[in-house]
Each structure stands twice: as C-alpha cells, then as structure tokens.
C-alpha cells in the first residue's frame, strides 16, 4: 500500500485532467496544482437538490440520524460548507517521536472541534474518535499493528485511530514536511466521519453481496471519499496551518505516493487521488465528496 502506509480497508505529481471525464477550468500555474476544477462526472457542491437542510432530510426520511440511504443521499451532505477552521500545530521535528505524537495530537484536537461542530448542525449524533498512538506493536479489534507495513489505520470496530508514531515517519521515507501527516489523520479521520454518519455500516453491507471486482469498486470510493473529506478540513483549515502552495504540492504529492500501484486497485489511481483531495479542498464541503454517485471513472 504505497511506501507501507495502509490508508484504511488509508489510503511530485503534478494533477492532471482525464480525457473525456474531466474539464481544467484553468491552465495549472508552473509551480502547483489548480483547484479551479470544472467539474463533470462530480457531485454538486450544493449538495442534494431542493435545497433542503438536514432536519429536514431526517425528518422525511422517517428514521432517526442517517436516512435510508446512508451513502447517496445522507443528511452529511445537506448542510454546507465545513467553514473556517482555526487550528493551531505545534512545529513538527519528525527525528523526535514525541514532537511526532505531539504533533497528531495537535491535529487531531482541530479535527474533533471541525467535525463535531459540523454533525451538531447536521443534527447527527457524534463522538470522537480514540486515539491509538503506538510506539510498539500491538493489537486491535481490526487485527495486529503494524500489519504488512501498516502505519496507520481506522478500526470501525472500535472507533479507533491508529497512528505508529515512529511507523508513521518511517513508511514516508523520513518526510520533514509536516501538512503529509495532516493529509495523513485527515483522511483517516475521513473514515471516522463515514462511519459517524453511517456510510461505513452501509459499505460493509454492500460488500458482503458484491463480487471481487464489486468489493474493489466499493473500496476505491469508500478511500476516494476520505481523500475528499481529508481535503475539506485542509482546505478549511489551510490558511490558520499556513499552508501555500508548496503545502499544497507536498500534500498532493504524498496523495500520489499512497495511491494505488502495482496490481492493487483498492484506494484509486494516483489521478483520481489527487483529484478528489484537490475538490475537497477546493469545495470545503463534504456534498463534494459523495463518490458513491460519481461516474465510474471518477473512481479507477
């Protein structure tokens, strides 16, 4: 899984357009990656149509919290914008583990306000995550850590984020750069959020029933989305973590690292990975994020 870093089921290249799926809006600037995406084949960032708000979608839905249908049509997508985030992270030296923990913990306290803050207003319950920080093997209800290079991980079983703090550092070849591990528990905190909102429970369902090509299909939109959802709290968060353009780039770049390669074709192309981080961090708004109704090219 990329460099050994399982980016759950997670998860420089410059990003660029798929002919016939995707239009650039703009000529990409010399030094980065454009964000001014014009989009077919993605879900509007409005969300639902009929501009209805989520009490509403929990309301007509006849059920409490998720709807009937937790993926396409979840009350997660009605609300709007994340808004700005105001973060504060301490300097990461990642020759240090306990600058590392620090660091993730640092993270991690800016995305529980974020999205805690944005269920409330979905009118969804949720909770956060626990943290599991290693700094030697061990086990979870998800299995042994670390596994096959697995750095970092969520366990849906028990709510839990998993983050080698040394493993994590070691499997990104030494990266000094310190918004590659806020990609990092971002995404991962990505499938907390699916899990919260209930798509995760949903995915499993349509797991069990699909054939392998299917089970890939569901995994690579499952991942797809938490590189969005990751790019919605970078891009609302960006400006208080100071992240310009050459954060931007290292962060698309590690995208490119954790996609797919080889014979793999569960997290996405690395195209596809950087397009759908990009959107979220463009968009801020996890409607933008619905991969379980994007075209099917959208998510090789």
Known sequence: ????????????????GVTGF???SAAFPPNGHDTGIAEAGFPAAGGLPGGSSASDAV????????????????????????????CAAPDLDESDPESVEEFAHAIAD???????????????????PNRVYWHAPGHSPCGPFPDEGTAAFYCGANEGLYLGVEDIVEASAGNDEPEAYTFLLSHEYGHHVQGQSGMLAELHAARATANRDGEDELTRRNELQANCLGGVFLGA???????????????????????????EHTHGSQENGILWTLHGMDRMNPASCNTWVADEPLVR
Do not use: K
Request: hydrophobic content about 35%.
């Open 110 to 128: 800016c995305l529980d306000a974020a999205w805690s803050d944005y269920f409330d207003e979905a009118g969804l319950e949720f909770s956060s």
């Open 1 to 16: 899984m990329g460099l050994g870093v399982a980016l759950t089921l997670g998860t420089g290249l410059a990003a660029v």
């Open 237 to 263: 968060s960006g400006d208080s973590l100071g992240h310009g353009r050459s954060e931007q780039d290292n962060i698309l770049d590690d995208v490119a690292r954790r996609s797919d390669s080889g014979g």
């Open 59 to 86: 309301a007509d839905s006849g059920q409490e919290g998720y709807g009937d249908d937790p993926l396409g049509d979840n009350p997660l997508y009605r609300v709007g914008e994340l808004g700005e985030v105001t």
């Open 22 to 24: 995707l239009a650039i």
